[in-house]
Every structure is written in C-alpha cells, then in structure tokens.
C-alpha cells in the first residue's frame, strides 16, 4: 500500500518541489515572471531570499523567492543548436 502511495502522490510531489528550486535558484535580473498572487512583472534586483520585480513603470515590489510561480521570459538569448 505505501509503495502505491510513494508512486503516486509522493514522488511527484517531491519532483515537483524540486523543479521549483531549480526555477527560483536560476532567476536574474531582467527575467519576467508571474508569482503566486498573480503579479506580473520584471525582475530588476535579486537578493538572498526576495527579488525586486518592477510590475509597471517605476512601481517596484519586494517578493519573497518562493513566491515566483513561474518564469515567462528569461532574460537570456535563447541558444540557437542548429549549426549552419
């Protein structure tokens, strides 16, 4: 019963929280990102624990790391594979 639970509800979740680690330790500057309250904007300052995202001009807010639900747009090119 617990290896189906495991598989199930456990490890997904665990994969989950860790795919979101990733995102939130990889953010930068210049990044556009929706948080977990519906604020959209751009990232213009990263510290430790909270980003600066600036939502519309010159309106900026401190948001916990955390918080980020998702990156939009990152502020790297996107890397071309092809080669000619």
């Known amino acids: 019963m617990f290896v189906i639970f495991y598989f199930l509800l456990i490890r ?19 990044d556009r990102i929706i948080t977990s309250g519906g604020l959209h904007g751009r990232v213009t300052a990263v510290s430790d ?3 600066t995202v600036e ?17 939009l747009q990152s502020s790297s090119p996107p890397q071309d594979n092809k080669k000619k």
């Not at 997904?12 to 210049?30: C, D, I, N, Y």
């Open 49 to 51: 624990t909270t980003l």
């Open 55 to 71: 939502i519309a001009d010159r309106v900026r807010v401190k948001v916990a790391r955390g918080n980020v639900s998702q990156v």
């Open 12 to 30: 997904p979740q665990q994969k989950k929280a860790k795919e979101h680690r990733e995102m939130v330790s990889h953010l930068k500057k210049g």
